[in-house]
């Protein structure tokens, strides 16, 4: 079964706190994506990498920056975290061309 | 005007029936068109894709795609209580391979 792995399902951090959230996929899909879900607002696009090392900016990339030094993995960190960055954050990844997404089971965060 | 745009919610159907969900779309250049579901506190479940004009049909789900007038829909036949999801429509457009997702139509179900 493949599958998108988020390596937290609930995490609370305090103000101020580097946050990882770490994804993993075992599809060897080339596209991976974050985006954040909030009531009322969708999901927004965050960051998304269509290859290892590359890296492109979404809708909201402010306060995050993501890594990708392999192609199973796509980090997703928030510099300081701040409260409105409470939010849920999914993972995706996806073949190149006209295909969905899988997402991962999501990590809701909590910035006290 | 937004990208995607669902028919606002909620949407209450008894069991039995069919259920609607709708989507239009901007980009005009759009080729592939999906739909997810999501339970409450769940990440989204891809359950439908469609890329021709016309119907595609998956047991008690139907979608529609109707590119000229940039408008895609999901049936839910025989609608039953653990259908009870929000629907997310989601479009990629001609900009990659990026989805754009509209904000969901939260369907009910009663018994």
């Known amino acids: 079964d493949v599958k998108v792995t988020q390596s937290s399902r609930y995490l609370v951090k305090r103000t101020g706190e580097k946050v990882f959230l770490e994804c993993v996929q075992d599809?060897?899909?080339?596209?991976m994506f974050w985006y954040r879900q909030d009531p009322g607002l969708g999901l927004r696009l965050i960051y998304f990498?269509?290859?290892?090392?590359?890296?492109e900016k979404g809708d909201i990339p402010e306060g995050y920056s993501v890594s990708r030094e392999k192609k199973e993995r796509f980090s997703l960190i928030l510099e300081s975290a701040s409260t409105n960055q409470t939010s849920m954050y999914l993972c995706a990844s996806s073949f190149q061309g006209h295909y969905g997404y899988t997402f991962g089971s999501g990590t809701r965060l909590t910035v006290v | 005007q937004k990208e995607v745009e669902q028919n606002s919610g909620p949407l209450s159907v008894p069991e039995g029936a069919i259920a609607s969900l709708n989507c239009t779309y901007s980009?005009?250049?759009?080729?592939?068109f999906f739909w997810y579901r999501q339970y409450s506190g769940k990440s989204p479940e891809l359950i439908m894709s469609?890329?021709?004009?016309g119907d595609k049909e998956d047991g008690r789900f139907t979608a529609q795609l109707n590119k000229a007038s940039q408008y895609v829909s999901l049936l839910i036949r025989d609608s039953q209580p653990s259908d009870s999801a929000t629907y997310l429509c989601?479009?990629?457009?001609?900009?990659?391979?990026?989805?754009?997702f509209g904000e969901g139509t939260q369907l009910t179900v009663n018994p």
């Open positions: 990498s269509y290859d290892v090392k590359m890296k």
């Open positions: 599809m060897d899909h080339e596209n």
């Open positions: 989601a479009v990629r457009g001609t900009s990659g391979s990026r989805l754009t």
């Open positions: 980009d005009r250049g759009s080729q592939s």
């Open positions: 469609i890329y021709s004009n």
